[in-house]
Each structure stands twice: as structure tokens, then as C-alpha cells.
């Protein structure tokens, strides 16, 4: 095995998996996505290769990891959250096995995990949502996500990559029959000392989070309330609420 795709965790740097962390310390080449804790990038060995995904195109990144991997070396791909969760992991497998270079999935703590549990938002609650919806804010050819089937889920929904876009998303989520009333939280920088919850109704979210910074994940239905009650009873305990 050559090639190990490797979920770093959602920010925070102690959030990588023991393993995640064994295969950084032992790569000969590290691909990171700029979203990845420098931290974690100063694992690798010091005679390591590290190559930083942010100027490169996904074809280039596929090509380099056959190449390194076709050479025999240590590579990981070292991407944010979980590899094979909004995070092109599944592609380059796929490049990876189209070229018969042999690789290994190291799954990472993802966002839609770690991002609400640090603003202490369960997204299930027993009594409050039994299930949750998952969705890219925007599609592979930039196609607004389909609302009725978000709505139609009744449970929490989990919006990615839609800070930039959620006049919009709140509108289509509207339009599409969820109540204007329904609370909604965006949380910015989740898991890391920057950390920042916005919360309100949905009609009124995206006026609220203007200012809030990328990453942030969106999170629409009641579970919002239990969160801030979480919150408040944290803070009046004098328990940090986030790390
Ligand atoms: C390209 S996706 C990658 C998701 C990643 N593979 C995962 O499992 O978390 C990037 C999006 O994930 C969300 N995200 C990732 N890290 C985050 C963080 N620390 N705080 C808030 N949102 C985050 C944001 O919606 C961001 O736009």
C-alpha cells in the first residue's frame, strides 16, 4: 500500500484519529487541503515532501498521487473532516484504483459530527429529531440544492459550504414550505479557538451571520433550541461551552 487518504479532523488538531496521525509521522510525501491544522502539517518528517493542495486543480492532485504512489513512496492525502464526506475523497480513490495504485481510507472526524457537538447542538434528540439531511449549500455544477426534499425530511437539516449563500438557501428553504419560524444556527470555525454560534429564525439567519467567517456549518431545526439551552446552562455553570 502506497497511498493513504486520511481525514485530519475538522480543525482542531487533537481531533485527527491516532492512526490519521501514525501515517502523517511516517509519510515520505504529504498532500494537505488548506484547511488542515498546521499543526498537523508539522508531523510529517522533517525529509518529507509537503505539497499544500491550494493552488492545485483536482486533476493535478489525482496525477500527483498516482505518480508518487506508481514511485513506490509513503504518500498521504491528508484532507479536512472525513475524507469521503464533501471532500472529492471519493474521486481520487477512484483515480487511484483506475490506475491500479493501491491505497488505504482513514476516516476522519467530519464536520457534520464534531461542528454542532462544539456549540453542544445534538443534532438527533430523542423527542426532537430522529433523523438529519445532510447537503452541499451549491452542486457539482453549481445547482441549488433540491429544498422540497430538504423540507420534506423533517428532521435537522446540515447545510455545507453555505454561509456565502444563505440568503439565498434560507429563502429556497422558505419557498419551500419550512416554517419562516424554525431556528437555525451557523457555526463558524467549529472546534477551534476562533469559534463563533450565530442564532435565529431562518428568515432572519443569513442578516444575522453576515459577518461570521469561513468555515461554517448551517443548522437548521429545533435541535438549534436544545443547543442554546445547552449553552446557557454551560455558561451559568462556568463550563467552557466550547474547548
Ligand atoms: C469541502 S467541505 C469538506 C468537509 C469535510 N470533508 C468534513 O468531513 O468535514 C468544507 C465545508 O465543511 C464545513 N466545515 C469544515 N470544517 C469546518 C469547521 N471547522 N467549522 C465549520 N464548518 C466546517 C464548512 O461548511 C465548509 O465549507
Redesign the pocket.
Known amino acids: 500500500v502506497t497511498v493513504h487518504l486520511v ?1 485530519a479532523g ?2 482542531d488538531p487533537g481531533l485527527i484519529t491516532a492512526r490519521g496521525l501514525e501515517l502523517v509521522r511516517g509519510c515520505d510525501v504529504l498532500i494537505h487541503d488548506a ?1 488542515v491544522s498546521p499543526e498537523l502539517v508539522a508531523e510529517a518528517p522533517d525529509d518529507a515532501l509537503v505539497i499544500s493542495r491550494e493552488r492545485l486543480r483536482q486533476e493535478a492532485i489525482d496525477e500527483l498521487l498516482v505518480a508518487y504512489g506508481r514511485a513506490g513512496l509513503d504518500v498521504v492525502r491528508l ?5 469521503f ?3 472529492r475523497g471519493g474521486e481520487e480513490a477512484q483515480a487511484l484504483a483506475e490506475a491500479g495504485v493501491s491505497f488505504t481510507v482513514t476516516p ?1 472526524v ?3 459530527a464534531a ?1 454542532p457537538a462544539s456549540a453542544l447542538i445534538p443534532i438527533t434528540h430523542r423527542g426532537v429529531s430522529d433523523r438529519v439531511t445532510i447537503a452541499s449549500a451549491r452542486g457539482a455544477d453549481g445547482e441549488e440544492p433540491d429544498y422540497a426534499s430538504l423540507v420534506d425530511g423533517r428532521g435537522t437539516i446540515v447545510l ?3 454561509l456565502e449563500r444563505l440568503p439565498v438557501l434560507a429563502k429556497g428553504l422558505v419557498a419551500a414550505g419550512l416554517d419562516p419560524s424554525t431556528p437555525a444556527s451557523v ?6 479557538p476562533e469559534q463563533e454560534t450565530v442564532t435565529g429564525r431562518i428568515d432572519e439567519i443569513a442578516e444575522l451571520s453576515a459577518d461570521l467567517a ?4 448551517v443548522v437548521v431545526g429545533d435541535v438549534v433550541e436544545v443547543g442554546a439551552r445547552l449553552r446557557d446552562a454551560a455558561m451559568a455553570r462556568e463550563v467552557p461551552a466550547v474547548p
Do not use: E, H
Not at 187 to 192: A, C, F, I, K, P
Open positions: 481525514g475538522p480543525g484547511l484532507k479536512g473532516g472525513d475524507p464526506v464533501f471532500g476522519g467530519s464536520s457534520i461542528v455545507f459550504m453555505g457555526v463558524s470555525n467549529g472546534t477551534l469561513t468555515p461554517a456549518l
